[in-house]
Nanobody, 124 residues
């Protein structure tokens, strides 16, 4: 059974940093693109970042570009999201997801497996 478990969320002051991790189990995801999405209360889920299966291609939402960095360690079946210069508007539940294909995509309907999410709260 495929399982994605996010960790690293928490409460941080504006300007601070957090590093999210997403550990995958149940199969090897080294050949598949992975992504991070977020959903704030009362808002739709939105794309944050994605990375190809090789890790050589990445994509970011304009709102996080230059502040967030996505990376992966295929040996550990884990994807990371380093979040710097956090803003109150970054407050949301963050979800990792895995495609069943190696190319990165920004649409959530292109992702097959999802984690349960980790809460990030940024205070002003």
């Amino acid at each position: 059974q495929v399982q994605l478990v996010e960790s690293g969320g928490g409460l941080v002051q504006a300007g601070g940093s957090l590093r999210l991790s997403c550990a995958a189990s149940g199969r090897t995801f080294s050949n598949y693109a992975m992504g991070w999405f977020r959903q704030a209360p009362g808002k739709e889920r939105e794309f944050v970042a994605a990375i190809s299966w090789t890790g050589t291609s990445t994509a970011y939402a304009d709102s996080v570009k230059g502040r967030f960095t996505i990376s992966r360690d295929n040996a550990k079946n884990t994807v990371y999201l380093q979040m710097n210069s956090l803003k109150p508007e970054d407050t949301a539940s963050y979800y990792c997801a895995v495609r069943n294909n190696g190319g990165l995509r920004i649409s959530d309907n292109q992702y097959k497996y999802w984690g349960q999410g980790t809460q990030v709260t940024v205070s002003s």
